[in-house]
């Protein structure tokens, strides 16, 4: 399984002036490219190399790996939608093969720019340190609030998938983020309301518009996401942890295209749409690769209005955060119930729940009405 590590540089202020003197010729020369690549329709790196090689060199500067991995970057970029012409942010990421990127043992690397090879120590953590001895192949270059990085590519093992016989149900929501079968939840409150907060401080600040509202607006721009990540990330640690101490598989909704099929009222639309639950099952489907336990992904229709008792099927079932079955008087937690009932599907649909779908018996932590 190949993972990405981000390694810190720690270069000069003149090799910083090399790096992005580097990086801005060579997006400058990607968006050259990319100018032939679409007036001649073809995203073929060989045939492009043909048409632009000797010129891009010669105008940019670029030493010939640097240029043939412009040409790379821009077939690849220009393949996913010929329709339209992609373009190059001038700090757009440079991608390094061990060509033009070699390691000096684990505290130093040696990188190609417009002035030659620059030899530039690095910085990391314990986490990153136990897998740098699996580094494969490229190694982009992206800077970030002027700070330069290494995204690595890393070559993990995986552990052998084992077979599942029951599956840990996985209900996403926005006010709860993740809520398991087992009846364990996890609150967004601390989540949504960084989010109200930053919102606030931005409008204030964006309203203000003096030179040190836009300084302190700069300062705090991603600040929000990297919390949140880091809360997915510890989310989706104990989830797959669970999962594997038990033997059981995770069985999560597949909720692509959710946000185009709901609509809500205008002072939602902010909560609705920084909801991070693709990020969530990503943390969540690498984890457990990487740990061997096994993760389906399930139809959500129905399974917050089904009764887990007698399986009935109806809206009226649910009502915000109770569940009360109308046919046989079922009370549980709406949540959970759902999770349940993801888990369930898991074994019997892996794909799409059905109206004949017969539950098991129901857990003992429910209430019975």
């Known amino acids: 399984m190949k993972q990405t590590l981000l390694v810190k540089l720690l270069p000069s202020s003149e090799q910083s002036k090399a790096l992005f003197e580097t990086m801005k010729t060579f997006n400058n020369a990607c968006n050259e490219i990319v100018d032939i690549a679409f007036e001649q ?20 500067g670029l030493s010939a790996q640097l240029t043939i991995r412009a040409i790379s970057k821009v077939a690849e970029a220009y393949k996913r939608n010929k329709k339209t012409k992609p373009s190059f942010r001038r700090d757009g990421a440079i991608i390094y093969d061990q060509r033009i990127l070699s390691w000096k043992g684990v505290d130093r690397v040696s990188i190609t720019t417009l002035k030659g090879r620059a030899i530039i120590p690095v910085k990391y953590g314990v986490y990153q340190a136990e897998r740098f001895d699996r580094i494969r192949g490229q190694s982009d270059l992206i800077i970030r609030d002027k700070t330069f990085y ?19 149900g996985i209900d996403l929501g926005v006010k709860n983020i993740a809520t398991d079968s087992d009846g364990q939840i996890w609150s967004g409150n601390r989540v949504n309301g960084m989010r109200k907060r930053h919102a606030k401080l931005r409008a204030k600040l964006q309203s203000k518009g003096t030179n040190s509202a836009k300084r302190l607006l700069k300062k705090r721009s991603r600040k929000e996401s990297r919390f949140a990540k880091d809360v997915n990330h510890c989310i989706s640690k104990r989830l797959v942890a669970k999962a594997k101490d038990t033997e059981r598989g995770i069985a999560l909704e597949d909720l692509t295209g959710i946000r185009s099929r709901i609509t809500v009222r205008k002072p939602q639309r902010r909560t609705q749409h920084s909801w991070s639950f693709y990020q969530l099952r990503m943390f969540i489907e690498y984890k ?12 959500p229709r129905n399974t917050s209005r089904m009764c887990p008792n007698c399986g009935a099927i109806d809206k009226r079932n649910r009502s915000g955060e109770k569940f009360q079955c109308i046919s046989c008087g079922f009370v549980g937690f709406a949540d959970q119930i759902a999770a349940v009932n993801i888990g369930r599907v898991a074994v019997n649909q892996p794909d799409v729940l059905r109206h004949s779908f017969q539950p098991q018996d129901k857990p003992s932590n429910f209430i019975q009405g």
């Open 288 to 299: 457990a690769k990487l740990n061997g336990v096994p993760v389906r992904l399930v139809d």
């Open 150 to 168: 290494l995204a690595v590519i890393v070559d993990i093992p995986e552990a052998p998938t084992y077979n599942a016989k029951e599956w840990l």
């Open 41 to 60: 329709r073809t995203a073929n790196k060989v045939k492009l190399q043909k048409l632009v090689y000797y010129n891009i060199r010669r105008k940019f």
